[in-house]
């Protein structure tokens, strides 16, 4: 069983959690050990662990990220106001082989979803993406991911896969599972120009740091209409993570992230968290562990919708353009905003059968303008070809 696989969280992560105030995450947390062994399953929300791999990491690491003072800076924090049961399973470590350590990073991280428990992963590179998506190959027919990161990582055609390269296999391995992939945060000169141009061939969204930057809010209906969100530490800015190596000046700040960590942990669809390509840093540990207390923050705030004229808890707004009739629906509870298209949802049976799409208020007001939003287009192009 790939869980057998999992090494136990250190000793001096255990013996610090001692001296912690009663309030903090480590002692709230269930945790494996080699007295105990792994924690009960039953009733646990999220799954935290480390995966010690980075032989295909694009620039070769010269030591492994050390994860348990990842866990030592999250463990001291507090607990917020949550509901959520937190497990911490251990570490994957490098198999003989990197296909080796893929295979059980996927059938752990597929034990965790057929339990209904959110891995959060924390992971040396980010090609774990990768093993991660096909463990949903028996749980869901199609997948959406998004990934948050400066690079579209498509890689060379002939290149082996790598931390740079990962979605081309994604992409092209078989069975193809992937609906839509979405990028937040790609900085356009670390990207070829055929990159950006495969995203928009391939009807993929695709967000830059700026305008992201200047609106946080277009994060959340991308991650509300998610599975699996893929965090590339390289997107946060060099000074924020106290790292100047293969970090970049330009980037998210902490805050920025934190708060699309937040929404990502609020989307009641995103089930898996990954956060890949962490270097040994104090104030990378810290930023780490704040990124995955935002995530479990925003869990204590999910709340499942589902839109229809019917229900008085959603107010139903039909727009005629010039081309199409859009129809929107706005959330009395949480003032989310979701619009109608045709055939998006590849489970659809019926030729004229209809989907929801998360959107913004801001898409809502495009379209009165008579400007259809460019995420309905791309959604219903997709649903067509």
């Known amino acids: 069983m790939a869980f057998d696989f999992l090494v136990p969280v250190k000793d001096k992560v255990l013996a610090f959690s001692e001296f912690l ?65 937190i497990i911490d399973i251990g570490d994957v470590e490098e198999g003989d082989t990197v296909e080796d350590t893929y295979f059980v990073v996927k059938e752990i991280v597929a034990g965790l979803l057929e339990e209904n428990i959110i891995p959060i992963i924390i992971g040396c590179t980010q090609d774990i993406t990768f093993p991660t998506y096909r463990a949903f190959d028996k749980i ?10 400066s690079r579209f990582d498509f890689g060379e055609d002939d290149e082996l896969i790598s931390s740079h390269s990962y979605m081309s296999r994604i992409i092209t391995d078989k069975p193809n599972n992937l609906f839509n992939f979405s990028n937040i945060g790609y900085q356009s000169y670390f990207n070829a120009q055929e990159e950006i141009d495969l995203m928009e061939r391939l009807f993929f969204d695709a ?38 190596k293969n970090f970049s000046p330009n980037g998210f700040t902490g805050r920025e992230i934190c708060t699309i960590a937040r929404y990502a942990g609020i989307s009641d669809r995103v089930s898996l968290f990954g956060i890949y390509e962490g270097e040994n840093s104090h104030q990378a540990f810290q930023m780490i562990a704040q990124i995955i207390w935002y995530f479990i923050e925003g869990l204590s705030f999910r709340v499942k919708e589902t839109p229809t004229s019917k229900s008085e808890d959603f107010t139903k707004f039909t727009v005629p353009t010039d081309t199409e009739e859009l129809v929107f629906y706005k959330s009395h509870v949480t003032e989310r905003w979701w619009v109608e298209v045709p055939s998006i949802l590849p489970e659809h049976t019926k030729t004229n059968s209809v989907a929801l799409l998360p959107c913004t208020e801001g898409d809502y007001l495009d379209a009165c303008n008579q400007n259809i939003p460019e995420r309905w287009f791309k959604a219903y192009r997709k649903g067509f070809n």
Request: contains cysteine; glycine residues 6%.
């Open 140 to 149: 869901k027919e199609m997948v959406n991911l998004v990934s948050i990161d």
């Open 21 to 85: 105030p009663q309030q903090s995450i480590g002692k709230n947390i269930y945790v494996h050990t080699e007295k105990d062994g792994l924690p009960v399953f039953a009733h646990a929300d999220v799954a935290i662990f480390g995966v010690l791999e980075s032989r295909n990491a694009f620039e070769k690491k010269t030591e492994l990220l050390d994860v348990d003072e990842i866990r030592i800076q999250l463990y001291r924090l507090m607990m917020g106001n949550w509901n959520s049961t």
């Open 207 to 244: 967000y830059r740091l700026g305008d992201i930057a200047a609106n946080l809010e277009l994060t959340e209906p991308v991650l509300r209409s998610t599975d699996i969100v893929s965090l590339d530490l390289r997107a946060i800015r060099a000074c924020e993570m106290g790292l100047s």
